[in-house]
T-cell receptor, first 113, second 116 residues
Framework: KQEVTQIPAALSVPEGENLVLNCSFT??????LQWFRQDPGKGLTSLLL?????REQTSGRLNASLDKSSGRSTLYIAASQPGDSATYLC????????????FGAGTTVTVRA | DTGVSQDPRHKITKRGQNVTFRCDPI?????LYWYRQTLGQGPEFLTYFQNEAQLEKSRLLSDRFSAERPKGSFSTLEIQRTEQGDSAMYLCASSSGLAGGRDIQYFGAGTRLSVL
């Protein structure tokens, strides 16, 4: 069974600081990994998708890396802003269950003005 | 159509009552998923449709839960005889089923169920 872990569970930083969010997974046989953002009481917004053959993806201030062999992904958010405050979730799509995503519990980020 | 729509956004019900939620996927997407999310946790997979066929059900989906996707368009999730443990956010997602690792699941805003 695929286990996805996100550490830390919560993070508070001053505005302007770079954010580093970690995600680890136990089964490296994956199709892809997605990073999502979730605002309180809301649904999930897809931020980045990294295919298993890729090492990283970038979108604006966001950069996500993937090391499939070690079962790790990192989401970097440059020059954080108060609007980046949210919960960030990572999810993997495994070969063994290619129809579903297995999620971590998320990292809740607070960016202080 | 700009995204996945879910209705209602919030539902409060008494224990023992039946509830039904609706999901309208992105129009060209043939795959539809239901997930459940409790406070402080990531979403957990419930069930998956390819067009109108329900291809997989999680063991989390007890016999009180039923999902349908008639004609491969919108989907409904019904919970019979609700229990307090059913209180959660129910999320719907859809995808186009691209091959390999390119398939992206897009999520709706969710239906928050509170069972009193």
């Amino acid at each position: 069974k695929q286990e996805v872990t996100q550490i830390p569970a919560a993070l508070s930083v001053p505005e302007g600081e770079n954010l580093v969010l970690n995600c680890s997974f136990t089964d490296s046989a994956i199709y892809n990994l997605q990073w999502f953002r979730q605002d309180p009481g809301k649904g999930l917004t897809s931020l980045l998708l990294i295919q298993s053959s890729q090492r990283e993806q970038t979108s604006g201030r966001l950069n996500a890396s993937l090391d499939k062999s070690s079962g790790r992904s990192t989401l970097y958010i440059a020059a954080s802003q108060p609007g980046d405050s949210a919960t960030y979730l990572c999810a993997v799509r495994a070969y063994s269950n290619d129809y579903k995503l297995s999620f971590g519990a998320g990292t809740t980020v607070t960016v202080r003005a | 159509d700009t995204g996945v729509s879910q209705d209602p956004r919030h539902k409060i019900t008494k224990r023992g009552q039946n509830v039904t939620f609706r999901c309208d996927p992105i129009s060209e997407h043939n795959r539809l998923y239901w997930y459940r999310q409790t406070l402080g946790q990531g979403p957990e997979f419930l069930t998956y449709f390819q067009n109108e066929a329900q291809l997989e059900k999680s063991r989390l989906l007890s016999d009180r839960f039923s999902a349908e996707r008639p004609k491969g368009s919108f989907s409904t999730l019904e919970i019979q005889r609700t229990e307090q443990g059913d209180s959660a956010m129910y999320l719907c997602a859809s995808s186009s089923g691209l091959a390999g690792g390119r398939d992206i699941q897009y999520f709706g805003a969710g239906t928050r169920l509170s069972v009193l």
